[in-house]
């Protein structure tokens, strides 16, 4: 396996909605956990996913060329405010 660290700074999206979630719920659970255990490691890996989360981009998966992302599955928009105009 090589990596790739001309990919590994160009950031890009490459991280999906499903992917998304479970990075969202774990990293708020470890973040949640090492608070109470005041477990510093487990912090900064909560830390971590949901920073990956929030950009949806993560440096491994981009120096591994490696995407959950697939083009078109953006969910669709809440139509919320259709009866507004």
Known sequence: ???DFKRLI???VNIGF???RIRYGL???LLLVSVFLANIPL???GGILVATAKSRWCPVYSSLGH???RPGEEPAAPDCCAGHQ
């Open 1 to 3: 396996m090589r990596i």
């Open 10 to 12: 160009k950031p890009e």
């Open 18 to 20: 499903k992917d998304q």
């Open 27 to 29: 990293g708020s659970a």
């Open 43 to 45: 912090l900064l890996l």
């Open 67 to 69: 995407s959950t992302y």
